[in-house]
């Protein structure tokens, strides 16, 4: 326990206290403009290592912070193993932790609470922080640092404007902007991208198809296969076990339709594929975080409805040896065209976010800005020698 003036910042240790965690997140964000509540399963499920498989490398310490006998704030700091193993100019590597799940009613509680994960950290051997991570950079990672006049899309984090200045205070330096592009689906692309596009489906080697969710568990095993090649080399990365591969493809399964999900082939080997989900959070806006009494019918409703405003696309990937081609290129903008109509023709959508990108990822820029989309979000993860 440790203590800041008139802040008590205690460890979450207990289900009560788990729930007092959970229950500040929403009280605090409840007047932030534009913040949708995610479902409180899915936040204990987080913090629970039977269900959240990143416990079987990470240890997680959340942290709530409390004055006058209020609880004010919380945060969490954990430390990735499999991320300490990572190249130091990765983003992360022997001796950096994290700490992510900040919320807090000021500016004081937040310094109070960045400092004891801080501490822990210390005691933990770490010499390096990077945050905010919530839990793992497969979560929601970053603080958003742009983009607050609209709701975020479904599995992307949302903050208030103070927030960075917290942390900034606390004596934090950028480390890695993250992008998210908005993109109008309702246009045709440029005639360029439409000449590279009929120019792959004239080519005997590719072949563009929809995932087979009768065969989920295969497809899926394919998918995370080619993403961790081909994000191997990105800032911040960090492998996906196969417990946390099935995982997500358990998580993601309720999304998935197999007109979004499109795997290119070259010459009948898998080498990209881009995945595309209706934004769940069109259902989860009205719901305030709860499936009881009826937010369940309704969910249960909207997933086999599944009319969708917008759709994101949080995960695509081309084979490290296939990147830095034309080829590259050519498969992206077939997998992004097809899915493109899919998704306009069978949800009704009218636009399309495309990310998290990385700032200094070159190729997917280039994608981005070819088709026509512009940044509509930005997320800062910052760093800090301990």
Request: aromatic share 8%; proline share 4%.
């Given at each position: ?5 008139d802040i ?9 206290a788990?729930s007092a965690f ?12 534009n913040?949708v509540?995610?479902l ?11 269900k959240?498989p990143f416990?079987?490398?990470a240890r ?13 704030g ?9 991320a300490?193993?990572?190249?130091i100019?990765?983003g992360f590597g ?13 500016k004081n ?6 400092a ?12 390096r ?7 793992s950079?497969?979560?929601e990672?970053g ?14 984090g949302h903050?208030?404007?103070?927030k960075?200045?917290w ?6 330096k950028?480390?890695?902007s993250l992008?998210?592009?908005d993109l109008?689906?309702l246009?045709?692309?440029p005639p360029?991208?439409q000449?590279i ?9 590719i072949?563009?198809?929809r ?7 295969q497809e899926?095993?394919?998918l995370?296969?080619?993403l961790n ?5 990105n ?9 946390e591969?099935?995982?997500?493809g358990?998580?993601?399964?309720p ?5 979004l ?11 990209a ?12 806006r009205s719901l305030?975080?709860?499936l009881?009494p009826?937010?369940w019918?309704k ?15 949080p ?11 034309r ?16 998704a ?11 990310g998290w ?6 190729g ?7 088709i026509?989309?512009?940044?509509n ?5 910052f760093?800090k020698?301990?």
């Open positions: 326990m440790a203590h800041s003036n008590t910042i205690s460890q979450v240790k207990g289900k009560a788990l959970i229950d500040i997140g929403y009280r605090l964000n409840t007047n932030t403009p913040w509540p995610p409180r399963q899915e936040q204990f499920d987080l913090f629970n290592p039977k959240n416990f079987e490398h997680v310490q959340p942290m709530i912070a409390t004055r006058a006998g209020r609880i004010v919380r945060i969490s700091a954990h430390i990735d193993e499999l300490l193993t990572q190249p100019e990765q022997p001796g950096t932790g994290n700490w992510g799940m900040l919320d807090a009613e000021d509680v937040a310094q109070a609470l960045i004891a994960a801080e501490d822990w950290l210390r005691e933990q051997g770490m010499s922080a990077v945050g905010p991570l919530s839990l950079i497969w979560d990672p603080v958003l640092t742009k983009g607050f006049d609209h709701e975020p899309i479904v599995m992307m903050d208030h404007e103070h960075q200045d942390i900034k205070a606390a004596g934090y950028d480390a890695k992008y998210t592009y109008d689906i246009k045709d692309f360029l991208i000449r596009v009929k120019s792959g489906e004239r080519s005997e080697r072949n563009i198809r995932v087979n969710k009768d065969k989920f568990d899926a095993a394919i995370m296969g080619i090649d081909a994000w191997s080399k800032w911040g990365f960090v492998p996906l076990t196969d417990s591969i099935a995982h997500v358990k998580k993601m399964k999304l998935v339709r197999e007109d999900i499109m795997i290119a082939e070259v010459e009948g080997e898998p080498v594929f881009m995945m595309t989900i209706p934004n769940l959070n069109e259902a989860l305030d975080g709860n009881f009826l937010g019918a969910l249960l409703w909207w997933l086999r409805n599944c009319r969708s405003h917008s759709v994101r696309v995960l695509m990937g081309v084979s490290s040896k296939f990147q830095n081609t080829l590259a290129s050519q498969l992206a903008f077939m997998m992004i065209e097809y899915i493109r109509r899919e306009v023709k069978n949800y009704g959508a009218v636009r399309g976010e495309i990108i990385l700032e200094d990822n070159q997917m820029v280039a994608i981005a800005d070819a026509g989309a512009t940044i979000r930005e997320y800062m993860i760093e020698s301990l």
